[in-house]
């Protein structure tokens, strides 16, 4: 029986760079999943490459038809944007194991769904100093810099990942990414490898 591997983290912990190289390592030939979202699409993005790109009446109708794990809705200056992950065969856990990113309370929805069992978390943890210089340097190099969104987001991830939360979701398996980033994408390698022998 395969696995999903749900991997988290704070804002500029490294999961979508941790996340490239795992999907990467062949040897582990973990699956990805494409995430589903009513944002409209951007320049350089492909329908069912990304994301798959859906309005709100395609969003509701399944929403109705129970085929929704987990969803968050965001309040932007563009009006509400959802993203969701949909049960529309793609994760198969008969078929092999799954890699996706989420956050802590995804991740508890995803495991209500699938089970327990079937679904392990990969908390990815950064000390609040290193995770704020690595989000200044990433701010730095951006044309517009926009300080008080990271500010903003730094702030809501102390919230969204507390270690009460953390410790309700029963979320065990934490791996440091204090250091090179080698040595974290090593160690959950290792431990993926155990999981799934
Ligand atoms: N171990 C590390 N050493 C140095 N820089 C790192 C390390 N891990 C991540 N970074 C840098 O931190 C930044 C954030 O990494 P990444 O985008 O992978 O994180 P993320 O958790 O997906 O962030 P977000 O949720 O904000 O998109 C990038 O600039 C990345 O190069």
Request: negative net charge; aromatic residues 12%.
């Given at each position: 029986?395969?696995?999903?591997?749900?991997?988290?983290?704070?804002?500029?912990?490294?999961?979508?760079t941790?996340?490239?190289?795992?999907?990467?390592?062949?040897?582990?030939?973990?699956?990805?999943?494409?995430?589903?979202?009513?944002?409209?699409?951007?320049?350089?993005?492909?329908?069912?490459?990304?994301?798959?790109?859906?309005?709100?009446?395609?969003?509701?109708?399944?929403?109705?038809?129970?085929?929704?794990?987990?969803?968050?809705?965001?309040?932007?200056?563009?009006?509400?944007?959802?993203?969701?992950?949909?049960?529309?065969g793609?994760?198969?856990?008969?078929?092999?194991?799954?890699?996706?990113?989420?956050?802590?309370?995804?991740?508890?929805?995803?495991?209500?769904?699938?089970?327990?069992?079937?679904?392990?978390?990969?908390?990815?943890?950064?000390?609040?100093?290193?995770?704020?210089?690595?989000?200044?340097?990433?701010?730095?190099?951006q044309?517009?810099?926009?300080?008080?969104?990271?500010?903003?987001?730094?702030?809501?991830d102390?919230?969204d990942?507390?270690?009460?939360?953390?410790?309700?979701?029963?979320?065990?398996?934490?791996?440091?990414?204090?250091?090179?980033?080698?040595?974290?994408?090593?160690?959950?390698?290792?431990?993926i490898?155990?999981?799934?022998?």
């Open positions: 029986m395969g696995r999903i591997f749900l991997l988290m983290g704070k804002s500029t912990s490294g999961k979508d941790i996340y490239r190289e795992l999907i990467k390592n062949e040897e582990l030939r973990l699956n990805q999943v494409i995430p589903y979202t009513t944002r409209p699409m951007r320049d350089g993005e492909t329908d069912g490459v990304q994301y798959f790109f859906k309005d709100e009446q395609e969003y509701q109708n399944l929403k109705k038809s129970g085929k929704i794990i987990e969803e968050r809705t965001y309040h932007t200056n563009y009006g509400e944007w959802r993203y969701f992950t949909v049960d529309d793609q994760i198969d856990l008969s078929a092999g194991n799954y890699l996706v990113i989420g956050t802590l309370e995804s991740y508890c929805y995803i495991r209500d769904y699938f089970g327990k069992e079937n679904v392990i978390p990969l908390l990815i943890d950064v000390d609040a100093k290193i995770r704020l210089q690595r989000a200044m340097h990433r701010e730095d190099k044309e517009h810099p926009k300080y008080d969104e990271m500010c903003r987001r730094f702030l809501a102390e919230e990942f507390s270690e009460d939360k953390i410790a309700q979701a029963m979320v065990q398996d934490r791996f440091k990414n204090n250091g090179k980033i080698d040595d974290c994408i090593n160690e959950i390698t290792r431990y490898i155990q999981k799934i022998g």
